[in-house]
């Protein structure tokens, strides 16, 4: 099984399986991977407001709107409940920040069929990239969560960057850099 129930996007075993086969490669042609964790804002609150079926019907929408922005060439799971990944072969940070605030746009603008609530979604992003593959998809994801982290604190419905040192020697996150995008 590749895909989620819910919303048919890919799961969580799927897509930590391509990352390790796009960081080979990664790794092999010295190209970039970036990586964007998408975490829905305040989402217990659509569940506690309009009950657990109509979060399911946002989530599944969102994942839709999500899965229409993405490129064929990239990778697209549902992770966790209201978190989501995207994987980025050869693209590098700048590029990603740009996809992950496109991606941010199209949520908080979207039009929910069926649905009247009091407020659209809105997503919060962290995005890393891994320069040549030297880094494991675990330490890459928990680089993109602290930047999703941040996102989260500096107000939600926006994009955060935490990018890993440049040495491949990964012993402290607190190394990392980090990038905001101001909107
Ligand atoms: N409807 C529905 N809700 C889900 C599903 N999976 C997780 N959730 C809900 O998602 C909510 C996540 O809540 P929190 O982790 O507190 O996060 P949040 O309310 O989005 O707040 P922030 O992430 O801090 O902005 C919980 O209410 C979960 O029950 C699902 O498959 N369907």
Redesign the pocket.
């Known amino acids: 099984m590749l895909t989620d129930e819910?919303t048919g996007l890919y799961n969580r075993r799927h897509l930590v399986n391509v990352a390790f086969a796009a960081l080979t490669q990664a790794k092999r042609e010295k190209t970039s991977l970036s990586i964007l964790l998408l975490?829905?804002?305040?989402?217990?609150?659509?569940?506690?407001t309009y009950g657990?079926?109509?979060?399911?019907e946002?989530?599944r929408q969102v994942s839709e709107r999500l899965r229409q922005c993405s490129r064929p060439t990239d990778t697209l799971g549902r992770i966790?409940?209201?978190e989501f990944c995207l994987l980025m072969p050869a693209t590098h940070t700048h590029d990603a920040l740009q996809v992950a605030e496109r991606l941010r746009r199209e949520i908080e603008s979207i039009a929910l069929k069926g649905l009247e609530l009091n407020a659209t979604p809105t997503v919060?992003i962290g995005v890393t990239t891994s320069n040549g593959g030297s880094f494991t998809f675990d330490e890459l994801y928990s680089f993109a969560d602290k930047a999703l982290y941040q996102a989260?604190e500096l107000g939600?419905n926006r994009v955060e960057s935490v990018l890993p040192p440049k040495t491949s020697n990964f012993d402290n996150i607190e190394g990392a850099y980090t990038h905001s995008v101001i909107h």
């Open positions: 819910l975490d829905l804002d305040f989402f217990k609150r659509v569940n506690d657990h079926p109509i979060g399911d946002v989530l966790g409940g209201e919060s989260k939600r």
